[in-house]
């Protein structure tokens, strides 16, 4: 059983930067990998970036709000942390962020990771 707990969500002017963290627990917590996901009023969830577990591989989502080359994903495992520094952000970036966790692979789709988070605020003004 692994519990999540996402902060560093909040209000932010457009070109500015937050980042999210994600603690998880568990002594196994290194060997999961994490994904952000996150959800705007009216539309459906969906995948933001994702790292494996002890191989620190990355994917980011490659979709038309991209958010390559603005959004950092990394771990510190001693920490049992995921961040998401999230910078450029634009109001379209305007969403409540998940993170979610399954074992050791890393995938793209809501359906595919075991647990989540409560979810952080993150509203960007223009």
């Known amino acids: 059983q692994v519990q999540l707990v996402e902060s560093g969500g909040g209000l932010v002017q457009a070109g500015g930067s937050l980042r999210l963290s994600c603690v998880g627990s568990?002594?196994?917590?290194?060997?999961?990998?994490v994904g952000w996901f996150r959800q705007a009023p009216g539309k459906e969830r969906e995948f933001v970036a994702s790292i494996t577990g002890s191989d620190r591989t990355r994917y980011y989502t490659d979709s038309a709000d991209s958010v390559k080359g603005r959004f950092t994903i990394s771990r510190d495992n001693a920490k049992n942390t995921v961040y998401l520094q999230m910078d450029s952000l634009k109001p379209e970036d305007t969403a409540v962020y998940y993170c979610?966790?399954?074992?050791?692979?890393?995938?793209?789709?809501?359906?595919?990771?075991?647990?989540w988070g409560q979810g952080t605020q993150v509203t960007v003004s223009s």
């Open positions: 568990g002594r196994t917590f290194s060997s999961y990998a």
């Open positions: 979610a966790a399954r074992p050791v692979v890393a995938g793209m789709w809501a359906s595919e990771y075991d647990y």
